[in-house]
């Protein structure tokens, strides 16, 4: 009865807002409180160096939680009695959980802001100490932790996490690659040490991502397995349950498109879009729940389509300017032959955001708004940098 007694009164083109509960207002304090520290660490970080150490305790935390998930993977027996997440915390899906996050996708974006910062470190130190980059501990550090952290992604089971970090393994591969075109000087000698070197080093990557998968044979099992049911059913014409329930969210987007139906509104006014072959589908995901079905549905599995149905086009482009102009102005740090790979790793989260809803975990959100934060900083005073030593040189020449 729940859609039955759903009233929703609103104007077309006014804003509005309309929620479940005025709980997700209180939730929402700490998250923008969170996200001011973004700000300030832009406003206050002066010092490049200063910014490397951040990101250098960020990588280093990361690692410590892929470790710690790792071993709570491969130790972790089932029962009524355990207290999945640290022996505190009840996983609301006891299959789906990985270290202290309790979705193996959430905790997929996590590591991958945290690999583009391991990246982007141990890039630097190669890029300017060449072989004797391998003498410091820092570089040692950066690839140990990338490993460790890049091996939990395949090992918790996500696979929309796994495809995102082949794409990340295709990138370094090729940029892998191009750098080592510079030795030579002949286009076929070119050629054929950038194809080496990429299959040399996708190879090697690729080997990461299969000795994850193969940790836990149960973990590959499911995963494999509901790829292929889903495959088989999307071969008779019925595709994956959350294309219905991205096809409902985006039709609650059309119904109010400009302001949308307020932040928080997904949960309340949902089940007044959901279609019969979404309920059908979530019906039979449910059979064997052991609570009833509810009508309600946390998220869309889409942060951008459920942003767009609360917030509206005018709220979107709102959020997503600023970091989308800061992305523009430092486009020479992602596109140039060296790219800054914790920029790439914000860029990655990004395209995850139409897949699931990550932005919706204060812990990721936290870490894309500091790396985000932190990376366009870098970039910027490494701008003036070169700015004044551009000038000082013109300077020089005019003396």
């Avoid at 141990?122 to 460790?148: D, H, M, N, T, Y």
């Avoid at 992305?327 to 990655?348: E, F, H, M, Y």
């Avoid at 990004?350 to 970039?379: G, M, N, W």
Wanted: net charge positive; glycine share 6%.
């Amino acid at each position: 009865d729940y859609e039955n007694n759903l009233e929703r009164p609103h104007v077309f083109w006014l804003p509005s807002c309309v929620t479940a509960d005025v709980s997700i207002l209180k939730r929402s304090f700490l998250i923008v409180i969170l996200g001011l520290q973004a700000i300030i660490l832009w406003r206050f970080m002066n010092s490049r160096q200063l910014i490397r150490k951040l990101l250098l305790i960020i990588v280093l935390n990361g690692a410590l939680l892929a470790i710690a998930g790792t071993l709570q993977k491969l130790s972790y027996v089932p029962g009524d009695r355990v207290k999945e997440i640290w022996g505190l915390w009840d996983a609301p899906e006891p299959r789906y959980f990985f270290s202290s996050f309790t979705y193996k996708n959430h905790w997929s974006a996590f590591a991958l802001l945290c690999l583009g910062g391991a990246l982007s470190l141990a890039w630097r130190e190669i890029s300017r100490k060449g072989a004797l980059a391998w003498r410091q501990p820092k570089l040692g550090i950066c690839l140990v932790a990338a490993l460790f952290i890049g091996i939990t992604i395949p090992l918790s089971g996500s696979r929309s996490g796994t495809v995102l970090l082949l794409v990340l393994l295709t990138l370094i591969s090729v940029v892998l690659g191009w750098a080592a075109t510079r030795h030579f000087d002949t286009s076929f000698k070119r050629l054929t040490a950038l194809v080496r070197t990429f299959f040399a080093c996708f190879l090697i990557l690729g080997a990461m991502v299969w000795f994850g998968l193969n940790l836990d044979r149960e973990t590959k099992s499911e995963a494999f397995g509901n790829t292929l049911q889903q495959w088989e059913k999307y071969q008779k014409g019925s595709p994956p349950m959350r294309y219905y329930l991205w096809k409902d969210t985006f039709k609650m987007f059309l119904d109010k498109p400009v302001f949308g139906h307020g932040l928080g509104s997904f949960r309340a006014l949902h089940p007044l879009y959901q279609s019969v072959e979404y309920k059908r589908e979530r019906e039979s995901s449910l059979a064997s729940a052991h609570r009833k079905l509810k009508p309600l549905t946390e998220h869309s599995h889409n942060d951008f389509f459920q942003y767009l149905a609360e917030i509206g086009v005018v709220g979107v482009f709102l959020l997503l300017f600023v970091p989308t102009l800061g992305i523009w102005q430092n486009r020479k740090s992602v596109l140039s032959v060296t790219p800054d790979w914790a920029l790439v790793g914000c860029i990655l989260f990004a395209i995850y955001s139409f897949v699931d809803f990550p932005t919706r975990t204060p812990a990721c959100l936290l870490l894309l708004l500091v790396t985000l934060s932190l990376a366009l900083k870098h970039a910027s005073l490494k701008k003036e940098r070169r700015g004044r030593q551009r000038h000082l040189k013109n300077e020089r020449k005019v003396v």
